[in-house]
């Protein structure tokens, strides 16, 4: 239990009241009437509501002295964080030539009366890049030697009615069409146009061919998926354009050459009625570059603001125009000192001065005011004048290179709010963000700071127990939850930590917490892994392997049937199906289910049971018939599952499709 906070004086008013009422036959005898309607007792109540005052003043004491501590250990309220997301470009036509659109290029959601702007800014360079094509090919997955590759001539499209065949006379899953480019187009709008020959794409659906766009990723990846924006061939049926959005890329060798792929590979739907009869052909092929995609952070970016000058005195302060300040970069965002005459100086932030010796170049910066702060000076008992940091030289400029500012949860934003061009750029027409923005928090609250506190105290900045782990994991943008697995004492499954080794499993933040989440929302990208691990790797213990890893997840489906009293009106069936689906999706969930709705646990197992009481706490179920539970791996056909379904240590359970009957 937490230890006991005494109270200073634990009177209150009606205390006091009766205390000095008891005290008035000793002091005045003659004062017999003690009534409310009596001077002399509305007296001694005003004094008592004075006294009451003055008493819960001083029980606060306990609390300023806490903060106090709080501030001699170093805790300081955390400063907010910026939401970030992808911004895509748009090119007002294709262009010869690259186009750079510059780190810190502005874009921000529409105005209103009532919301201002929501401004963010690009994290890093985007070059838009024309595409070079170097060669066609069509591969047929029945084969698996030299002879499965044929290779086309794309010189001779469009001479003589020529065409090509994208796949073999017989289409197949897996059969693929390929395309390899000199350039990297990573995260490019490209524009493939096609001229298609209308008989070719007998026999499929227009609005869901039975086709996937990959690009070439190499490493354990291989092949990722390109979003598709949009496909105005109809299924290689017509001549258009198809829009795509291409993820990472990375150079691969195939058929003897180095180069970019991307490539068009028929799924398993090409064998399941939904599928190309022969081969579609193509009369013609272009692709462009229409645009790119970046990431943004919301708020501004500030280059080389004055400060002020430097006096000469040791504890000098100044402040940032622009707060709060976000995290800075230590080769980049600095104070520049120039002094009278001489060359400009770079000094260092530092989070305290106790390590600072007389001649370092250290400084502090609050994120929350951008308050800047020199180090101080001391007087020792024999005279002289300790000093915690250089003092810059009297009328010396004082510059900052550069800092970020903004954050917050008002960053949030959802898909398709950025749509303004702050910054003029040539040659981009408009500007969206295709995915929420997430990650964005408010300056931490005084309150929150004291109850975080002890796990502070615990945790600080370094990882040793598998709690430090999960806690520093939770602490980077994007991260939902972590589970840390360390070796057990007993010998374990083969693909559990051998000792020495540490895996961290990474739940990634998504915008969709409910209903059916597909397995593209719950990918780990590459950048939050890779942040992760470097933000662990620095607060680890020396000689620990560690690894960042995605959870195991597990789609479960329902199939229930459930029984209403006799003589239920005809659509409270609708209502109670409904409420039971609810009641599925939001319990088995990574993010809102389980026992406690805080997401599912991680390596807890499923029971049939759970679903049995779930369905039954649903208003107007008079008893729960049958439950089934069906298992995949978020793609492939779903299997029958046990009365209990047993996770791994790293598993994790999602809603897939839940079909629920009511008779």
Known sequence: MPLPTPSLDDRHFQDIVDQVKSMIPRYCPEWTDHNVSDPGVTLIELFAWMTDMLLYRVNQVPDKNYIKFLELIGIQLESPRAARGPVTFYLSAAQPAEIKINAGAEV????????????????????????????AYTRNASHSDAAAWTTHDLRQLGIAKNRIALFPAKPGPGDAFYLSFSTDHTRHVLAVALNCDSAGGAGVDPNNPPTEWEVWQGGLTRWAKCEVEYDGTGGFNRAGEIILHAPQMAQGEFQGKRAYWLRCQLTDAQAAGNGYVVSPSIFSLKVESRGGTVGAFHGSTIHNELLGTADGTPGQSFTLLHAPVLARN????????????????????????????ADDKNYTLDSLDGTITLGPSLLQPDGSVYRFGAVPAKSSALTFSRYQHGGGVEGNVPQGMLTVLKTSIPYVSSVINRAPAIGGRDAQSLDDAMLRAPHMLRTRSRAVTADDYEYLA?????????????????????????????????LPQSEATSGRISQDQMTLSAELRGSVLSYLDDRRLLGTALEVRAPQYTWVSVRAKLRLPERSDAGLAADVREQAQAALYRYLNPYTGGPRGDGWPFGRDLHQSEIFSLLQATPHVEFVEDVQMFVSDGGGAAKPASARLILPRHGIICSDTHEVTVS
Request: aromatic fraction near 4%.
């Open 330 to 357: 230590a080769e980049t965002d600095h104070l520049v000192v120039e002094p009278p005459g001489g060359q400009p100086e770079h000094w260092h932030e530092v989070t305290d001065f106790g390590d600072s010796a």
């Open 108 to 135: 921000a959601t529409v105005r209103t009366e009532t919301n201002p702007a929501t401004v963010f800014s690009t994290e890093e360079d985007l070059v838009i890049r024309p595409p070079v094509l170097t060669g």
């Open 474 to 506: 939770t602490q980077i943008n994007g991260v939902a939850r972590a589970r840390c697995l360390a070796p057990g004492s007993q010998p374990g499954d083969p693909s559990d930590p051998r000792p020495g080794q540490v895996f961290v499993i990474v």
